[in-house]
């Protein structure tokens, strides 16, 4: 809804100053777009710099148009007053598509960076996938360790409570065969 009411602000404001004016705003907009864009990147202020010498300003007083022939002081044929408004349009021209050249290998650069860091977390992720699966497997071990260490435990004690039974029950029988031989000594 919000868009459809700024098309038809813009169409309003169109209408209403006049086809230039608007179209002088939009371009302002596209510059600050397109410096928002270039100040993002490392290189934004040679951009911005080149950038802003390649437009033409909005007030006359600064610089003229492209599109309009200056009046020169000496007399000067048409021929040659096309021919020094068509060698500014080519520099113009030759700018903007070295400044697109320039804006593309950067483009390409961050596209390879982006395409070198999402390959660098998708390596992080199996890494960490692989950690996690290691560490599962690793705590599975150590409880399967303990389950083991209590049963031998357990038998341990029982080995332990047998073999102090069997003790026991020797030394017993050994002291009482031990009396019973004193008493037949006694005895007899």
């Known amino acids: 809804m919000k868009r459809v009411q700024d098309e038809l602000e813009n169409y309003r404001n169109f209408c209403e100053l ?4 608007v179209l002088l705003e939009e371009i302002q907009d596209l510059r600050s777009q397109l410096q928002y864009y270039t100040d993002s990147s490392s290189s934004s202020v040679l951009k911005r710099n080149s950038l802003l010498k390649l437009t033409y300003s909005c007030e006359p007083s600064l610089a003229p148009p492209l599109n309009t022939i200056q009046e020169s ?4 044929s048409p021929d040659e007053k096309l021919e020094i408004e068509r060698t500014r349009w080519m520099g113009a021209e030759s700018k903007w598509i070295s ?3 320039e804006l593309r290998t950067e483009l390409d650069a961050s596209r390879a960076l982006a395409e070198k860091s999402k390959q660098e977390l998708d390596t992080e992720k199996k890494c960490a996938e692989e950690l996690k699966e290691t560490i599962q497997m690793a705590m ?8 083991q260490y209590a049963d031998l435990e357990e038998k341990h004690i029982y080995l332990l409570a047998r073999h102090r039974k069997w003790w026991v029950t020797h030394v017993v029988a050994a002291i009482l065969q031990s009396c019973h031989s004193t008493i037949r000594i006694f005895l007899l």
Do not use: K, N, V
């Open 18 to 21: 006049g086809e230039r004016e």
């Open 73 to 76: 002081s000496s007399e000067e």
């Open 99 to 101: 400044l697109a050249e």
């Open 140 to 147: 599975e071990e150590h409880a399967r360790i303990l389950e």
